[in-house]
């Protein structure tokens, strides 16, 4: 079941609202202010959240203000509003910060549990999206690795490092011979994953048992049997991280001697690829603002947010968006964002990612 998190200071509304969406399939959590509501988002990590504006003390539209800067990898986590203020001024502004829906008080609860339904099922549809993009990229990556398989191990190293995705080379004896720059930042967290001695190790349960496991069989697997997942459970309690083993064939270790290795494919869901500027002007033509725009927007931040952090007006940034719509044929700002998502192969830039 979806993990709906209400936040609410009134306590009969908030208890009414958690059993009618329970009854309706939903598991339920409630958090009677905004500051509450922000820890549970950041301990719980829930499918969506479901929050009142006018609150004592962290009001919700500045808890989604504070969350779309500090967490940027929960940008896609649908936020609803649900507030009994009714103006258009009040709708716009919710609307500014990046929520998906605004509904006012009293809310039929077969209306609300509809729109969260639809707001879940759209989420579904970008990570599927998103998914299939990186599967894209996984496999231009692994017909390009059989291309040059003669090649030098350093050229393998330049096609890799191009990769948004964080990928981990193991030889035939176990050792990690080679290290994306992606994979390097994900390492760099200290999470539960690292190298050590010239291997992949797990720090937590039996985590370590089952990669070692995992990379034995996909070294021994014919090269036509399909590749291996594996959840990483992590000591911060957040997200299992989640890998996928394939096997390649005629690699080269670190003395230069042909056989099959192993490539680790490591996806760390509370992460987000920050879109290279550099990039962005190439592909699109942007002009440097307009690139970094475009990134920010990409990394969930709304047009409020990115004004405030490079200290310019919302009027700018709508002025340089009709710039950035013309020159990507997009019309509105979702449609910019998964376009530009879709088409994010790394042309050689260096990628910072943006961890929670």
């Given at each position: 079941m979806a993990l709906i998190l209400i936040i609410e200071d009134e306590y009969e509304l908030r208890a009414g609202l958690a059993s009618g969406l329970r009854i309706a399939g939903f598991d339920v959590i409630e958090a009677a202010d905004g500051h509450s509501g922000y820890a549970a988002?950041?301990?719980r990590r829930p499918d969506l959240v479901l929050c009142d504006i006018s609150m004592p003390g962290l009001r919700g539209d500045r808890l989604l203000l504070l969350l779309r800067r500090e967490h940027p990898e929960?940008?896609?986590?649908?936020?609803?509003?649900?507030?009994?203020?009714?103006?258009?001024?009040?709708i716009l502004a919710g609307q500014e910060l990046g929520a998906d829906d605004y509904l006012t008080k009293p809310v039929d609860l077969a209306i609300l549990a509809g729109v969260i339904r639809q707001r879940l099922g759209q989420a579904d549809r970008w990570r599927e999206t998103y998914d299939g993009e990186i599967e894209r990229q996984r496999a231009a990556m692994l017909a390009e690795l059989s291309e040059r398989s003669r090649m030098s191990f350093l050229s393998a190293a330049d096609v890799l490092n191009r990769l948004a995705e964080a990928v981990i080379l193991v030889d035939p004896a176990g050792r990690a011979t080679f290290v994306n720059r992606a994979a390097l930042h994900l390492l760099c967290g200290g999470d539960g994953l690292a190298i050590e001695n010239g291997r992949l190790i797990v720090a937590t349960g039996d985590g370590g048992r089952r990669l070692r496991e995992a990379l034995a069989a996909v070294g021994q697997a014919a090269p036509s049997e399909p590749s291996v997942h594996l959840n990483i459970d992590r000591p911060s309690g957040r997200r299992p991280y989640a890998l996928r083993l394939c096997r390649l064939d005629a690699g080269l270790d670190l003395d230069g001697e042909p056989g099959p290795m192993v490539a680790v494919f490591l996806a760390d869901p509370v992460a987000r690829v920050r879109l290279p500027?550099?990039?962005l002007c190439a592909r699109y033509g942007f002009t440097p603002t307009e690139a970094r725009i475009?990134?920010?927007?990409?990394?969930?931040h709304s047009v409020e947010a990115i004004a405030d952090l490079h200290g310019i007006s919302r009027y700018t940034i709508h002025h340089h968006l009709k710039s950035i719509f013309?020159?990507?044929?997009?019309?509105?700002?979702?449609?910019?964002?998964?376009?530009?998502?879709?088409?994010?192969?790394?042309?050689?830039?260096?990628?910072?990612?943006?961890?929670?």
């Open positions: 988002i950041l301990e929960m940008a896609r986590m649908p936020f609803l509003f649900l507030t009994a203020l009714a103006d258009r001024d009040s500027e550099i990039a475009v990134a920010d927007l990409a990394l969930g013309r020159k990507t044929e997009t019309t509105r700002q979702p449609e910019l964002v998964a376009l530009v998502l879709s088409s994010s192969m790394v042309e050689g830039v260096p990628v910072t990612v943006a961890a929670g």
